[in-house]
């Protein structure tokens, strides 16, 4: 299993930027697909994670009602569109697989660099 991540880049605060994360290497029906955040410093933390299946959403508190996390079967591709974005929203991002709502994330993807400058 291969996960891909892009989209980011250095932002002002109150920019919008949509993240992309490209899955190959197996069919993703049951999983859940999560994207996560590590600051420089800081643990990884979790941002949202979407159900294949049925497309069920869920957010961390820090950044819900900012980012919407989507996937795209056809494209097997997953998205996190962030907006209103905060100099504390600066991170590596990382896209993750799970076999279920219940199992650890045991696939990553390689991380994309989000700089949000004040």
């Known amino acids: 299993v291969q996960l891909q991540a892009s989209g980011g880049g250095l932002v002002q605060a109150g920019d919008s930027l949509r993240l992309s994360c490209a899955a190959s290497?197996?069919?993703?029906?049951?999983?859940?697909m999560g994207w996560f955040r590590q600051a420089p410093g800081n643990e990884r933390d979790f941002v949202a994670h979407?159900?294949?299946?049925?497309?069920?959403?869920s957010y961390a508190d820090s950044v819900k009602g900012r980012f919407t996390i989507s996937r795209d079967k056809a494209k097997n591709t997953v998205y996190l569109q962030m907006t209103s974005l905060k100099p504390e929203d600066t991170a590596v991002y990382y896209c993750a697989a799970a076999r279920s709502l219940s199992a650890n994330y045991i696939f990553w993807g390689q991380g994309t660099l989000v700089t949000v400058s004040s």
């Open positions: 979407v159900t294949w299946n049925l497309g069920t959403t």
């Open positions: 290497g197996r069919t993703f029906t049951n999983y859940v």
